[in-house]
């Protein structure tokens, strides 16, 4: 289970820094589902809630707007694997009782593999689209966050579930940029 919380939490900051960090904190605050140890338990102090609260809406906001989502990419290249280290450390402290230096690695290597995919994805998108489906593209990013940090935290089994969901729901992307570009499987350009 503690690899399946990690999977989940790494993959789910990749996409969205903040958004795991504020639900491990909120539900560590707020209920008893997800026990943090004292080294992570300045993730529920409520000014930590607050900032990243403002964080994630920023985040939410600026990454919606062509151009902008750019440069949020950009620093989210440098957030977004520190992030998923931050909640792969707290999140699998939680369910297995220490948070090795490793899994704290781990989960900013997973994380910065998501994010050099997520970036890599949008450029298509903005460039496909002239930036129309950013905010579509981002809205979906947001979503597969949310799901699979819940899924982490709650229901560790449903990682795999939705991150087969968010592969499925890539591939077809992918398939249909490459058809509305004239691109072959080959990488050519028909």
């Known amino acids: 289970m503690e690899v399946l919380v990690g999977l989940g939490l790494a993959s789910a900051a990749g996409l969205n820094a903040y958004l795991p960090l504020l639900l491990l904190g909120a539900l560590a605050r707020s209920t008893d589902l997800v026990p943090?140890?004292?080294?992570?338990?300045?993730?529920?102090?409520?000014v930590?809630?607050?900032?990243?609260a403002v964080?994630?809406?920023?985040?939410?906001?600026?990454d919606k707007v062509p151009g902008v989502d750019h440069l949020n990419d950009v620093?989210?290249?440098?957030?977004?694997?520190?992030?998923?280290?931050?909640?792969?450390?707290?999140g699998t402290a939680s369910t297995a009782g220490d948070?090795?230096?490793?899994?704290?690695a781990l989960g900013a290597v997973l994380a910065l593999v998501v994010t050099v995919a997520k970036s890599a994805g949008r450029a298509a998108v903005n460039a496909t689209t002239v930036g129309t489906g950013a905010p579509v593209a981002s809205t979906l990013e947001d979503g597969a966050?949310?799901?699979l940090?819940?899924?982490?935290?709650?229901?560790?089994?449903?990682?795999?579930?939705?991150?087969?969901?968010?592969?499925?729901?890539a591939l077809v992307a992918v398939l249909r940029v490459r058809r509305g570009r004239g691109i072959s499987a080959g990488g050519e350009i028909v």
Do not use: M
């Not at 948070?99 to 704290?104: A, I, Q």
């Open 149 to 169: 940090s819940l899924a982490a935290l709650l229901a560790p089994v449903l990682v795999l579930v939705v991150l087969a969901l968010v592969a499925a729901v």
């Open 55 to 62: 964080l994630l809406l920023v985040e939410v906001v600026a």
């Open 48 to 52: 930590a809630l607050a900032v990243l």
């Open 36 to 46: 943090l140890p004292a080294a992570w338990a300045w993730l529920s102090d409520p």
């Open 99 to 104: 948070g090795h230096w490793w899994t704290v």
């Open 75 to 90: 620093l989210g290249a440098v957030v977004r694997p520190a992030a998923g280290g931050i909640a792969v450390g707290a």
């Open 145 to 147: 966050s949310l799901a």
